[in-house]
Nanobody, 113 residues
Framework: GQLAESGGGLVQPGGSLRLSCAAS????????MSWHRQAPGKEREFVAQ????????NLADSVKGRFTISRDNAKKTVYLQMNSLKVEDTAVYYC???????WGQGTPVTVSS
């Protein structure tokens, strides 16, 4: 299976971005999907997760109220809507199907004025 992220880029503080992650080669609808990020010089950290059945979501405290995770099983795509971005959100963002050991290649997000 493969995951391909897109939608990263440069945005000013307070701005928004929507990341997409397209899945292929595995049963997307039965997979719990998640987003993670790794800032320069730091460990990779969990950002958000969405359940495969109920669509229940879980977000890291640092992004609650600003980020939203969603999925479209028909398009085999998971999204991360990021609002009110802060400089400290700067990182490479990865999507993952952890139970299947599948990670994307990452998409960089830079928040800077």
């Amino acid at each position: 299976g493969q995951l391909a992220e897109s939608g990263g880029g440069l945005v000013q503080p307070g701005g928004s971005l929507r990341l997409s992650c397209a899945a292929s080669g595995f049963t997307f609808r039965s997979s719990i999907m998640s987003w993670h990020r790794q800032a320069p010089g730091k460990e990779r950290e969990f950002v958000a997760q969405i359940n495969n059945i109920s669509g229940t979501t879980n977000l890291a405290d640092s992004v609650k109220g600003r980020f939203t995770i969603s999925r479209d099983n028909a398009k085999k795509t998971v999204y991360l809507q990021m609002n009110s971005l802060k400089v400290e959100d700067t990182a490479v963002y990865y999507c993952a199907a952890l139970s299947r050991g599948i990670w994307g290649q990452g998409t960089p997000v830079t928040v800077s004025s």
